[in-house]
Nanobody
Framework: QVQFVESGGGSVQPGGSLRLSCAASGSIFSIDALGWFRQAPGKQRDMVASVTNRGVKNYAGAVKGRFTISRDNAKRTVSLQMNSLKPEDTAVYYC???????????WGQGTQVTVSS
């Protein structure tokens, strides 16, 4: 009952910045957490960052100190500010939500982030 639409991806040089946004829509309003995941070609999808409805944030070690997740509960959106980007950050980025039992098994189209010279 919840759909995700990601945006903000693009191509950037190493050291650059991007800000990703995700809008969640549907009839489910009780969301416990929102998060960002990424998947590079031929690799598994991994969690990058998450934020609970109480504002508690967690980050993967590879992005800690460089990425910042933020959430607007009223607008049902979540953003990911990505600074000091590295080539290894290249991936398709997805958002997802926890409704109280776990992460949704439904995914949006994602947004492509490419970091190269």
């Amino acid at each position: 009952q919840v759909q995700f639409v990601e945006s903000g991806g693009g191509s950037v040089q190493p050291g650059g910045s991007l800000r990703l946004s995700c809008a969640a829509s549907g009839s489910i309003f009780s969301i416990d957490a929102l998060g960002w995941f990424r998947q590079a070609p031929g690799k598994q999808r991994d969690m990058v960052a998450s934020v609970t409805n109480r504002g508690v944030k967690n980050y993967a070690g590879a992005v800690k100190g460089r990425f910042t997740i933020s959430r607007d509960n009223a607008k049902r959106t979540v953003s990911l500010q990505m600074n000091s980007l590295k080539p290894e950050d290249t991936a398709v980025y997805y958002c997802n939500a926890v409704y109280g039992t776990g992460w949704s098994d439904s995914w949006g189209q994602g947004t492509q982030v490419t970091v190269s010279s």
